[in-house]
């Protein structure tokens, strides 16, 4: 089966660089989602990592390593607006169809 | 422009009653999918179609049902059986397996 833990919540300062983390025990899986989600709203896509290492994408990167089990999404220069919930899912081999979600950190960012 | 759209935004239930969510999309996808989301939780999956007239349950059917007789289509029902059945349902598609899946705007449904 598949567990994926990541903090209920963080907060951080606008400015500042934040890095969310998710680990997860999984027998195998195709590739690692990160999704944003601003309250009462629709998950938005953020990145997808299949290989070890970093994606980046303008301030948000995503870095995954599966010999660790671990994931953790960095975003720079935080914004008042980058507070949200960011979820980690993974899509798991016996299945590709489905993505399996943790629960979401929830996101503060202060001035 | 294309995406995804649900109705209705807010839905509210009798007891007893079964009620049904629409999801619609024009991206052109292959795969669409049903999650309800709780407070605090991650999404859970309750239903998938890979393609039209075909459909699988998920983790989480039981008080639920679909039907994929279009592309572009892919109701929820609500059924009775559903007994706690408050929750934030949100709809996704995709063009395949492994492909990222991309939500519409959610339904919350409400037990009166």
């Known amino acids: 089966g598949q567990n994926i833990d990541q903090p209920t919540e963080m907060t951080a300062t606008e400015g500042a660089i934040v890095q969310i983390n998710c680990t997860y025990q999984?027998?195998?899986?195709?590739?690692l989602f990160w999704y944003q989600q601003h309250a009462g709203e629709a998950p938005t896509f953020l990145s997808y990592?299949?290989?070890?290492g970093l994606e980046e994408k303008g301030r948000f990167s995503s870095f995954l390593s599966r010999s660790k089990g671990y994931s953790y999404l960095l975003l720079k220069e935080l914004q008042m607006k980058d507070s949200a919930s960011y979820l980690c899912?993974?899509?798991?081999?016996?299945?590709?169809?489905?993505?399996?979600f943790g629960s979401g950190t929830r996101l503060l960012v202060r001035p | 422009d294309g995406g995804i759209t649900q109705s209705p935004k807010y839905l509210f239930r009798k007891e007893g009653q079964n009620v049904t969510l629409s999801c619609e999309q024009n991206?052109?996808?292959?795969?669409m999918y049903w999650y309800r989301q709780d407070p605090g939780q991650g999404l859970r999956l309750i239903y998938y179609s890979q393609i039209v007239n075909d459909f699988q349950k998920g983790d989480i059917a039981e008080g639920y049902s679909v039907s994929r007789e279009k592309k572009e289509s892919f109701p929820l029902t609500v059924t009775s059986a559903q007994k706690n059945p408050t929750a934030f349902y949100l709809c996704?598609?995709?063009?395949?397996?492994?492909?990222?899946?991309?939500f519409g705007p959610g339904t919350r449904l409400l037990v009166l």
């Open positions: 991206l052109n996808h292959d795969a």
């Open positions: 996704a598609s995709s063009y395949g397996s492994q492909e990222t899946q991309y």
């Open positions: 990592n299949v290989l070890d």
């Open positions: 899912a993974v899509s798991p081999l016996d299945s590709s169809y489905k993505l399996i």
């Open positions: 999984t027998s195998g899986f195709n590739g």
